[in-house]
């Protein structure tokens, strides 16, 4: 049984008794442990030749979770995404690294069409969204597209900023949702609500509203608020950058249990030695393009000089 | 009489006219509140949307930002009603300047208030799948909301002190009880004193109750009123996680 348990709270004050929680429902875990072990999946990309020449992937050829086909993204007369190929596959933890601009938030927000791609297509869970490839099959028109809130729906997402409603208690941000896209009645949302926060181990912080609660406690509420919308697929955009150094463990803690219980995710960060310990597939990229993918060998011998650069500057 | 015999007296003779004349004030007045509080938010969002209506926003805003009170209410007691062939009553007239005037004010109030709520709360619903107007008013319009309060309640204390031009049209507010009081009593410094303080007292109990109303929407609740709302809201998350735990 896979469970959560966060450091000791740093709220001054009342104390908290340590929660146990299961990260994943029933169902999910089924499905996790029915999926090919991430040992496995880790040790196949040695070998095993990628699906398609280009494409950021762990060679697994079973059909991926998310699937980026030539993302192009542009503001205005600038391009800052220059075709983006990239395959997530179920229960694989994808790391994107890079500097500062080079697209990785770009990235992750097309997944979750927070922004329209100009060009290329997005695909979760078999709802695919974008204008399609130039050249493609009936091209010129737009491609087949799915509902952006269709697709929303399936993946999760946690923010820098957390981003959590602070008019709401975190009982409240959670159970919203739930009602407003679940539809679940509110004491059914209430009540998962409150399983969610026992997962991250802030159940005894129900009734807190967001002010009153630390940064990293703040971000797991966010963890929750997401998780307990079952999604397919969980995005991470610097999770802890914003966080106070003594802060960042907690919500790695809770990260690492939930790659551990075999979510899906996407994670961009900066925090080297968690993606090392979590990263099926490492993505560096630099300018708008990936420039160099692999296995946790990457962090240790990268090839590319611009990867090279990086690591030199991080370490 | 002499002129420096001031009867104060008066003020207690007349209370029940001058009490009136406050009523029928705080009548139109609340009556225009309303209005214009929802004209303006839907101002607000028409001038935060597309071109051309939020040029035409703008221009209403622009046009009744600048018009004084007493020129609007003349406007449309013997303006407009002629032009429409309507007969305002001076209390509608005197309702429909404030609201007109202050829905105005009122836009510029919300919207700043609904750029004041973070873009990133409305990713977060979007991410979360929720739906556009689900996100307006369960995320953004009551942060807004809390962020515009103070500044609708001094649009209030200005609506109040606005219907005193309203006696030209003869509505009888505050200024003309005083008027007539005064054509039978000659004692303008008296009764002109006891007009301001009534404003001025007025203007004090609406910011009053203004600020325990903000007090109320505060996060965590702070006051009496706030912990007698959810109080109870937060007592069925205790139990809930006594439940649980
Ligand atoms: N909304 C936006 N408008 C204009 N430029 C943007 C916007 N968002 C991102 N950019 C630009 O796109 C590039 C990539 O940004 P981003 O994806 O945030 O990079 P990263 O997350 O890797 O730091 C940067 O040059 C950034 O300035
Ligand atoms: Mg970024």
Known sequence: ???????????????????????????????????????????????????????????????????????????????????????VHAGEHVVLFGPSGSGKS??????????????????????????????????????????????????????????????L???????????SVKGMKADDANRKAAESLRQVGLLQRAAHYPGQLSGGQQQRVAIARA????????????????????????????????????????????????????????????????VETGSSELFDHPTDPRCQDFMRAVR | MGITSYDWGLIWDYRSELLHGLLTALEVSVVALVISVVAGLGLAMVRLGKAPFTWIAAIYINVFRGMPALVTVIWIYFGVSLVLGIN???????????????????????RSALQAVPHGHREAGQALGMRDTRIFFSVVAPQAF????????????????????????????VVRVVQNVNAQ?????????????????????VDLLFRVGEGAFSTPPKGVVSKMLRGRKQRRIEALVAELA
């Open chain 1, 1 to 87: 049984m896979n469970t959560v348990n966060p450091a000791a709270d740093p709220t001054p004050g009342a104390p908290v008794p340590a929660e146990k929680g299961v990260l994943i429902g029933d169902e999910e875990r089924a499905e996790a442990a029915a999926a090919p072990a991430p040992a496995g999946r880790r040790a196949r990309r040695d070998g095993a030749p990628a699906a398609q020449p280009g494409v950021a992937t762990t060679g697994d050829t079973s059909q991926p979770v998310v699937r980026i086909r030539g993302l192009r993204k542009s503001f205005g007369d600038l391009e800052v995404l220059h075709g983006i190929d990239l395959d």
């Open chain 1, 106 to 167: 770009t990235v992750l927000r097309s997944i979750n069409l927070l922004e329209e791609p100009n060009s290329g297509s997005v695909c979760v869970d078999g709802v695919e969204y974008g204008p399609g490839l130039p050249g493609e099959k009936g091209s010129g028109k737009p491609a087949k597209r799915g509902k952006p809130i269709e697709l929303r729906r399936k993946v999760g997402m946690v923010f820098q900023q957390f981003n959590l409603f602070p008019h």
């Open chain 1, 169 to 179: 208690t975190a009982l409240e941000n959670v159970a919203l949702p739930l009602r």
């Open chain 1, 227 to 290: 998780l307990s919308q079952d999604p397919k697929v969980m995005l991470f955009d610097e999770p802890t950058s914003a966080l106070d150094p003594e802060l960042v463990g907690e919500v790695l803690r809770v990260m690492h249990e939930l790659a551990e219980a075999g979510m899906t995710m996407v994670v961009v960060t900066h925090e080297l030695g968690f993606a090392r310990e979590i990263g099926d597939l490492n993505v560096f990229m630099d300018a708008g393009v990936v």
């Open chain 2, 88 to 110: 305002f009553t001076v209390f509608q007239a005197g309702v429909i300047a404030l609201s007109l005037l202050y829905s105005a004010f009122m836009a510029e109030i919300f």
């Open chain 2, 146 to 173: 809390k962020i515009a309060l103070p500044n609708v309640g001094s649009m209030f204390i200005g609506m109040i002190k606005d219907t005193s031009t309203f006696t030209v049209i003869g509505l009888l507010e």
């Open chain 2, 185 to 205: 009593t000659f004692q303008p410094f008296v009764l002109y004193t006891a007009a301001a303080a009534i404003y001025v007292l007025v203007a004090f109990a």
